[in-house]
């Protein structure tokens, strides 16, 4: 069993800053590629930033320059720092990992959740 567990939403006035993190833990091997992705209200999930676990990473165009997204293998953990946020990052923000079990199978797993609402 692996759980992915966010924290760090909340509401912010535009301008401002959050710093979601997510921890995984279970029964893992290793995590490949980590990520946060979001999704508006009625509006198609879609990626923010991802990381791979040798530090690699990509940013959605939307949040270039202002999200950073970062790692720490030996915790199993992944953070999203979010910088000047705009009233258009208002949305559900979810944790993914790409894990490899124990059992040699690599899975995705996501996180429950956390919403992120961006007052102007």
């Known amino acids: 069993q692996v759980h992915l567990v966010e924290s760090g939403g909340g509401l912010v006035q535009a301008g401002g800053s959050l710093r979601l993190a997510c921890a995984a833990s279970?029964?893992?091997?290793?995590?490949?590629?980590m990520g946060w992705y979001r999704q508006a209200p009625g509006k198609q999930r879609e990626l923010v930033a991802r990381i791979t676990r040798g530090g690699s990473t990509n940013y959605a165009d939307s949040a270039k320059d202002r999200f950073t997204i970062s790692r720490d293998n030996a915790k199993s953990t992944v953070s999203l720092q979010m910088n000047s946020l705009k009233p258009e990052d208002t949305a559900v923000y979810y944790c993914?990992?790409?894990?490899?079990?124990?059992?040699?199978?690599?899975?995705?797993?996501w996180g429950q959740g956390t919403q992120v609402t961006v007052s102007s």
């Open positions: 993914h990992a790409g894990i490899l079990l124990w059992t040699s199978r690599t899975v995705d797993y």
């Open positions: 279970g029964s893992i091997s290793s995590i490949n590629a």
